[in-house]
């Protein structure tokens, strides 16, 4: 198959399992939280989760570059993946002086599958395995929204369900109309889907911030 006719292919499959994309909010900034008189204790936590998941969306987007690319993937796809799957460790740990390392362990799982089905999902759209999409992308769904209830659980006054399942699905659409505008080549389009990434997950890291300062406040009296 020509290089033309598999970026077709590509585009049938994965815009078929493709929710509709909505524009994310814009996050509030920590030059703003602190003109509303948050402590510097709350300001570093809230500007640490923020480089958690910026770096959660960084390397996911490394990812995508490295093996979206046609015929193989980039040379640099191995440290890339390792990279990345060490960010979903991150996360899980800054969690546990909160909630004790089970949880903390349990996200950082339910966040390496969440990479590692988006992974079986962009090579089953560029091997034209349609039934590979189809079933990673409902895989990819559904540890999605047990992410949601993973993170509710520790958290359910200040981390809604509803809140959280709406954002990782938001995550998800966004991410994969990235992936799909890199595979067929349409890079300006990209690039804005990127930027919609970005601002997403700001939102989501600013909620888990504000939930765990709402929920500890005493944590961050100093």
Known sequence: ???VGRLGTLAGLITAA???VIAAPSAPSADAAVGHGVDGARVAFHDAMRKLWEDHIVWTRQYIVSAATLPGDLADIG???DRLLANQVDIGNALKPFYGDAAGAQV???LRDHILTAAQLIAAAKSGDASGVNSATAAWYANAYDIAVALHGLNPKHWALADLDAMMKDHLDLTLAEAVARLQGRHADDIVAYDRVHAEILSMADMLSDG???QFPN????
């Open 212 to 214: 765990i300062i709402a």
């Open 18 to 20: 493709l929710l509709v």
């Open 219 to 222: 944590r961050f009296a100093h």
């Open 79 to 81: 440290p890339t993946t």
């Open 1 to 3: 198959m020509t290089r």
């Open 108 to 110: 950082t799982t339910l």
